[in-house]
Each structure stands twice: as structure tokens, then as C-alpha cells.
């Protein structure tokens, strides 16, 4: 079974909560699988710079640790937790126009340090 045919605790609360409030009716099991796929959150690439609604730049940081992914603000260079930027989160490109406040040297080293642990 691959990650995307499961669903967390979370997701059955929150789809729960939708449900009640919204429905107050039976559905069939493509309708709840639907409405939580609809409603889960991306898979962020590690390494990937992501865009908050504010503008803020955050860099994905794979960890090693088996403790999960967290992100470091490009602005700061501070680390925070998977839950503190702002969603929705939109993948920054090649094209993309933001200007990242730190150098390419220094997400270069932010590589380096991750790999060597």
C-alpha cells in the first residue's frame, strides 16, 4: 500500500468535521476518498524553494533524523517546524520572479551541512 492510499488521523478528523458541519448525510467511500484527497496537503520536494502568500521564500530541508521535513526561511536562514509557513505554498521555478535574501553559497552550504549530517 503506497503512501497515497492512506490517510492520517488528521485528515479522518478534519474530513469528519466537514462532514458533520457540512453534510449531516451518508456518502459513498469514492465521495469520502474524494473529499480527502481533495483536501490534502502537497508533498513538499526536499531541496525545493517554496513561496508563501506573503512572499517569503522557504527552502524544504529533508531530516535525517527520521523526525520529518522542516523548512529554513530564506529571509532569516532560521529552520522551523513542517507547519509554520503560511499555506498555500507555491513551488518556485526557474522563472519564478523572487529575490531569495541569501546567496547561492549559502543554500550551497545548507546542502553540505544536511549531508554530512
Known amino acids: 500500500?503506497?503512501?497515497e492510499d492512506?490517510?492520517?488521523?488528521e485528515e479522518?478528523?478534519?474530513?469528519?468535521?466537514r462532514l458533520a458541519r457540512d453534510r449531516g448525510s451518508y456518502l459513498s467511500a469514492d465521495e469520502i476518498w474524494k473529499d480527502?484527497?481533495?483536501c490534502r496537503e502537497p508533498e513538499y520536494e526536499p531541496g525545493a524553494i517554496y513561496q508563501?502568500?506573503?512572499?517569503r521564500a522557504w527552502f524544504r530541508v529533508r531530516r535525517d533524523d527520521l523526525s520529518g521535513a522542516s523548512?529554513?526561511?530564506c529571509e532569516s536562514?532560521?529552520?522551523?517546524?513542517?507547519?509554520?509557513?503560511?499555506?498555500p505554498l507555491l513551488k518556485m521555478t526557474a522563472g519564478s520572479a523572487v529575490r531569495l535574501p541569501v546567496s547561492r553559497s549559502e543554500v550551497i552550504d545548507t546542502?553540505?551541512?544536511e549531508r554530512s549530517g
Open 1 to 3: 500500500m503506497s503512501a
Open 6 to 9: 492512506t490517510i492520517t488521523r
Open 12 to 17: 479522518l478528523a478534519a474530513y469528519c468535521g
Open 36 to 38: 480527502i484527497q481533495d
Open 52 to 55: 508563501d502568500p506573503a512572499g
Open 71 to 73: 523548512w529554513r526561511c
Open 77 to 87: 536562514g532560521s529552520i522551523y517546524s513542517h507547519d509554520v509557513p503560511e499555506r
Open 111 to 113: 546542502l553540505s551541512d
